[in-house]
Each structure stands twice: as C-alpha cells, then as structure tokens.
C-alpha cells in the first residue's frame, strides 16, 4: 500500500510539475509574440493575460486585447478573449469571442455582436498552428457600420477541412440562419419592402486551393492567396430571387480569375435592382450587365430566368464572345 501511495504521489507531482511548466512556457510565448508583433509596427497589447485550468487545461483569457497591422488597415479590439485546450492535447484549441467586437477593415469599421461566438481548431503543432480543419458558429449575430447598415444572423456556421497538402487545398461549407439585412441597409436595397425580412436560404460548399497553407504566419504576415477555385454549389434564396452558382476557376499571382461558372437566376432583374441599389457597381456596368443579360435571357426563350455558362478571362466575365462585366479580383489584405 506504501509504495502504491508513493507512486500516486510521484505521478502526482509528476504531472503538477508538467503543468506549471506548460503554463509558464505558454506565458512566455504569448508574450514574445506580442512583442515580436510590435517589433514590426503592429498595436498589439493587452491589460493582462492569465493561463488557469490545472490540472487538466491551459485556459488561457486576456482582458482589453488589441491588435492592429497597419501596413494592410486590419485592426480588432475586444474587451476579453479566450483560448482553451487540453494540457495533454495542445493541438485542439477553442476560441471563444465576447459579445461585442470591434473590426477595422481597409474599407470599413464595423461593430459586431453576438449571443455565442466560438471555434474550434484542430491544428499541426501548437507553434506553427498550420490548419488542419475547423468549425466555427455564431448565434444572433449583428454586423454594423459606421452609418447603421450591415447585417444580422440568427446563425452563422463555417466548417472547414483541410484536403491537400501539396496545394494547401480546402473544403469549406457555410450556411446562414435568419440573415437579413438591417434596416438602414434595407432602405437602400429595398426600399420598397417587396421581400422578406430574412433569406429564406444561404449556403455555399467550395474547395479553395492557396499558394501557402493557413497558419500562423497567415496573421504575423502575408495572407495566403487563392490559386484555384472548386465551387460546387451557391446558393441563395430571398422570396422570389434564388440564385445558384457552381464552377471552376484558376487564379493568377495578381488574383485574376479565369474558368468557366454556371449560373442559375430567376428574378434576374430584381437581383440586379438590388446590387444598384447597394452601390457596389456603378451604374454604367449594371446597365450594360442587364442588356447584355436580357439578350441571354431571350435566346433561351426567357425573360424572368437565365441559365447559362459564363467565362471569366482578361480581368472581365464574358458569354460566349460578349464581355458583360468586369471580373473581380479575389485578393486577400
């Protein structure tokens, strides 16, 4: 029975020794990094940090975190935020955001609440942090700008998987609950209430190819930049306007598209009255999409929906030998 008691004792010790070590380590990691963050012109501070959850947990919780790059325009504040994983298990992290946030973007700053905001990442190697997959949901969640519009979700879910190493592949699925648009944003869009509060329906399944994998250096630096779409499905459901989109597109160095993508529309017009009225196109290119498109429309016998296959080359997106519209091109800040 004495040597039974010395063993418990020893292993006892053993693992409080283990613990504590870890805890420090940890401490002083979190602490290099955010000065190695400032060393390269980052805001990156906090009130205090803590590391708890002995003996089985590293819970680690900041108070007043701030970072910002100001090289790219990002920035985010919370006044706490949580990490957890398992002591014996470092390579499973959970996230945990607070209720209200504040985002900076290159092009907006945005205020963002929710009920339940969390992820979980399961990842390579607690240092390198490379991406293995995720999943990540937040409940009643608002989105606003500066001048009140944005948006609001009863549930956002992303899941993501990682597919390849060779090409630093992906799976991701998203789908959305109760999203709608706010009602500053709804005065712009749709101003005369002819749809629904919320979108019946919003999911999306893609595999997105980079030219270097998700990990930490994906924050300290450059973000990784898509090199190949899959899209598998698209789709999106607002009274009468539905939407689907599915294809496969390669990406150049500079973020130019090129493939082929289908689409599916009906309701068309109202669909392009929408995006002119949340101006993120100029008029002139709505114009010529919509007669361009009405002319697509008619060669199927169609007025109300389209169906056909468009290609993305040279920075613009044709049918056929016609250029409708300019491309987008997918870069990552």
Do not use: C
């Amino acid at each position: 029975m004495k040597r039974l008691l010395l063993v418990i004792l020893v292993a006892a010790l053993g693992w409080s020794g283990f613990w504590f070590i870890g805890a420090q380590s940890l401490r002083n990691n979190i602490s290099l990094w955010f000065e190695n963050r400032q060393d390269t012109g980052w805001i990156a501070v906090y009130r205090a940090v803590s590391v708890r959850g002995f003996p089985n947990r590293f819970d680690t919780n900041f108070t007043n975190l701030e970072l910002a790059d100001p090289s790219t325009g990002w920035a985010w504040s919370v006044d706490f935020f949580q990490l957890f994983s398992l002591s014996y298990k470092p390579t499973h992290l959970i996230a945990v955001w607070p209720p209200q946030q504040k985002l900076s973007t290159p092009n907006s700053k945005l205020a963002i609440s929710s009920a339940d905001m969390r992820a979980s990442l399961v990842v390579d190697d607690p240092k390198s942090l490379a991406l293995d997959r995720s999943s990540f949901i937040a409940k009643d969640l608002t989105v606003t700008n500066a001048d009140q519009t944005g948006v609001r979700a009863s549930l956002i879910s992303l899941a993501l998987q990682r597919r390849d190493l060779a090409t630093h592949s992906y799976q991701i699925a998203l789908s959305a609950e109760g999203l709608g648009p706010l009602e500053e944003t709804r005065k712009k869009i749709d101003p005369s209430t002819m749809l629904p509060s919320y979108l019946q329906l919003l999911k999306a399944d893609m595999t997105i190819a980079f030219d270097r994998p998700w990990d930490r250096s994906a924050l300290e630096a450059l973000r990784p930049q898509p090199t190949a779409i899959d899209l598998h499905l698209a789709q999106a459901t607002w009274g009468v306007l539905d939407l689907k989109i599915a294809g496969k597109l390669a990406v150049d160095a500079a973020g130019w598209p090129s493939g082929d993508v289908t689409v599916k529309a009906s309701q068309w017009r109202e669909i392009l009255e929408l995006t002119r009225s949340a101006g993120q196109l100029p008029d002139h290119v709505i114009d010529l999409t919509e007669k361009a498109l009405a002319f697509l429309a008619r060669l199927k016998g169609q007025d109300s929906s389209l169906d056909l296959t468009l290609t993305l080359k040279g920075q613009q997106i044709f049918f056929g030998p016609i250029a409708i519209a300019p491309a987008p091109r997918l870069h990552l800040r």
